[in-house]
């Protein structure tokens, strides 16, 4: 606790991208200058450019440059930041990076080590969460690192099985197996994957529930004991389990559910002495019941989505009770309004297997407008590189209802143009334009029910527009140097007389 | 008197090859595609962005390009189109052919050559998994189309490759 209750006076951002970006500007905004950090590949970054001061904490691979402690604690003596804000990924969920913030007497921007260290572990977490009362999956009640012992335990729960990683999050990592057959090669890439995103390589089993939802509350708990929840996210929209559409109210839930649900999400962050804002995240199942699936221990990717309707900043909150602050406001303060909705924009090839898709961002146009937000950490000309999240930015939309979100959003996706790598925004479009989504029938396989294949439906105007577009700017290229040679009749273009490529009858 | 021009290009996307063509006088522009005819009206907004009205609509058109690809985006999605000059057979199909030979197993995109799963010699299956690719945190598994012998491996665990890089070369037996 001796790093608590001080003002922070410099805050170094652990992380990258769209999220590092996001933590930077509510500094900014508290009047706190910021230090980012990053990895050779990203010395043009984004979150580079907008920091105060930026420091290269080593080569590309995570485990050099994101993953690494010392580099990053060197980084913020070197620079006097006092406070580190993880972000999402990474270190965000790190109990020894938290523990060893406390002992260099840096201020960790999230719960304390002790309290990462229980729910960062999923299975303590699990037993934790089961003696507090609240409902949990039934799986293995501890971890392991040796994949002959899984068979047993996968018999035990019965075929198909889930595994996850132990100190996982954001779906990494987890596999459905079906059989017995396919559950070595599957434990062993799930801790190859594992090992290599979060430094612990163990994984466990759970039972695989078929077409749940994935219902998630976002909690705020001060270092005093008090502990508010800001209402539900849905997020069933997964692909490869990794959420890609969120939204708030969920159409699943009548209000005693609700109440029912927040109250178990308090409960959940009082049994495990958590501080600053997380996550609780539940499975509801076909029959309305719900299943504590476990605790992120940080900002989620989706929480724009509860700061539209509820009004609350989360990240300067979490600022707040980084300094020591007491919440401001109760449970009963929280009123919500409206519907939102957040699509994420990923690097990524949907007419092919949501292939990553890395590479230079030739042209971004963002999308705008009233109660359109974009959470971006891209920029014309930016590089995408190879070896991190393919995330890009977020759309956030906040409408009356769900019905007006839904066309807000459509509208929003259609403003976002993002040209020179294949992005994740045709897809979102004809997953929020679906008329089961419409319909609110969205569990968590929406995607395999409804959506694949894939394939970009591309209408004969479209194509159109696009082949002249694209003629128009050859002729304008073919275009010789000013003052160079001769043209010859062709290359004197009427596409280029008059006012630029101007044509027709004025 | 004015003199009606007119230029073609042709375009490949995903594959397929489109032709087009202008056709303007100082008074009138016009585009043909497939047989049909349209009156345009172009005005750059941008180095990026055109505004288009063809056929009596607009569009706001955003484009992008390096060498002869073009990267055309409007409502929200985006057309790659390859432009093809001269009447060879275009290289984006030639070599989108050569990635598929038989045999022939090349990183689907740039990343991480995560375990190279067989050996020089060995004789692989059909489906068997023979190496694994990861990029931003997905492993992808390079698997044989059918019953083959490794005949030669190109890459080592950790090694960067780019998208199309061969991997490993099978022999069908």
């Not at chain 1, 990524?348 to 590479?359: K, L, Q, V």
């Not at chain 1, 082949?467 to 290229?477: F, P, V, W, Y």
Request: with cysteine; glycine share 10%; proline share 5%.
């Amino acid at each position: 606790m001796k790093a608590k209750k001080r003002k922070l006076k410099k805050v170094l951002v652990a992380n990258r991208g769209e999220i590092a970006v996001r933590v930077i500007r509510a500094c900014r905004e508290a009047g706190i200058p910021t230090v980012a950090v990053y990895s050779s590949a990203d010395s043009r970054a984004l979150h580079v450019q907008m920091a105060d001061q930026a420091v290269c904490i080593g080569p590309p691979p995570p485990v050099e440059s994101y993953l690494n402690v010392d580099s990053i604690v060197s980084a913020a003596r070197k620079t006097g930041a006092a406070a580190i804000h993880p972000g999402y990924g990474f270190l965000s969920e790190n109990a020894q990076f938290a523990a060893r913030c406390e002992r260099e007497g840096l201020n960790f921007i999230g719960p304390s080590a002790e309290a990462l260290s229980l729910v960062g572990d999923k299975v303590a977490s699990r037993r934790t969460m089961s003696k507090a009362g609240i409902p949990i999956i039934p799986g293995m009640r501890s971890k392991g690192k040796d994949p002959g012992r899984f068979a047993a335990e996968a018999e035990k729960i019965g075929y198909p099985v889930l595994i996850k990683a132990s100190a996982g999050g954001g779906g990494k990592g987890m596999m459905v197996v079906h059989s017995a057959k396919e559950l070595r090669p599957a434990v062993e890439a799930s801790m190859r994957v594992a090992g290599g995103a979060f430094g612990d390589a163990s994984v466990y089993l759970e039972k695989y529930l078929p077409a749940p939802r994935h219902v998630e509350f976002q909690v705020l708990a001060d270092t005093h004991g008090n502990v508010v929840h800001l209402y539900e996210r849905e997020c069933s929209i997964q692909r490869r389990h990794q959420k890609i559409v969120e939204e708030t109210p969920s159409v699943a839930l009548d209000e005693k559910l609700r109440a029912r649900m927040g109250e178990a999400a308090v409960a959940a962050v009082k049994a495990s002495g958590y501080s600053n804002a997380g996550t609780v995240e539940f499975l509801l199942d076909q029959g309305g019941k719900f299943y504590f699936l476990e605790v992120n221990a940080r900002l989620q990717v989706e929480h724009p989505i509860t700061e539209l309707t509820t009004g609350v900043d989360l990240v300067r909150q979490q600022l707040l009770v980084a300094m020591g602050a007491k919440l401001s406001f109760g449970q009963k303060d929280i009123v919500r309004r409206g519907h939102a909705v957040e699509c994420r924009i990923y690097a990524e090839d949907p007419a092919n297997g949501f292939m990553p898709s890395s590479g230079r961002v030739a042209f971004l146009k963002e999308p705008g407008g009233p109660g359109v937000r974009h959470d971006c950490g891209i920029y014309s000309g930016c590089e995408v590189p190879v070896h991190y999240d393919p995330i890009l930015s977020k759309v956030i939309v906040w409408a009356e209802d769900r019905e007006a979100a839904r066309h807000r959003m459509l509208s929003a996706l259609s403003e976002t143009i993002i040209l020179g790598v294949r992005t994740t925004v045709p897809f979102l479009q004809d997953v929020i334009a679906h008329r089961e989504f419409a319909a609110g029938n969205t569990r968590t396989d929406f995607i395999e029910t409804y959506m694949l294949p894939w394939k970009e439906s591309v209408d004969e105007r479209m194509l159109d527009v696009a082949l002249t577009a694209a003629a128009i700017d050859s002729q304008n290229r073919s275009r010789p140097p000013a003052g160079g040679s001769t043209r010859s009749p062709e290359q004197l273009s009427p596409w280029q007389t008059g006012s630029g490529w101007r044509i027709g009858g004025e | 008197m004015a003199q009606t021009r007119s230029k073609s290009f042709q375009f490949i996307i995903d594959g397929a090859t489109h032709g087009v063509t202008l056709i303007g006088d100082s008074g009138h522009g016009r585009v043909r595609i497939a047989g049909r005819e349209f009156e345009i009206q172009a005005l750059p907004v941008s180095p990026n962005c055109l505004s288009l009205r063809i056929g009596g609509r607009s569009t706001t058109v955003y484009l992008a390009g390096e060498g002869t690809r073009r990267f055309i985006g409007l409502a929200g999605r985006q057309l790659v189109l390859e432009e093809s000059r001269g009447s060879s057979a275009d290289p984006a199909r030639r070599q989108a052919q050569a990635s598929q030979a038989e045999g022939t197993l090349s990183s689907p995109m740039p990343g991480q050559v995560v375990k190279i799963l067989v050996c020089e010699g060995d004789m692989v299956d059909k489906n068997q998994t023979v190496a694994i690719v990861e990029a931003m945190k997905m492993e992808n598994e390079l698997k044989a189309s059918g019953r083959a012998r490794v005949i030669k491996i190109s890459a080592q665990d950790g090694d960067l490759v780019d998208a199309g890089e061969v991997i490993v070369e099978l022999e069908a037996e």
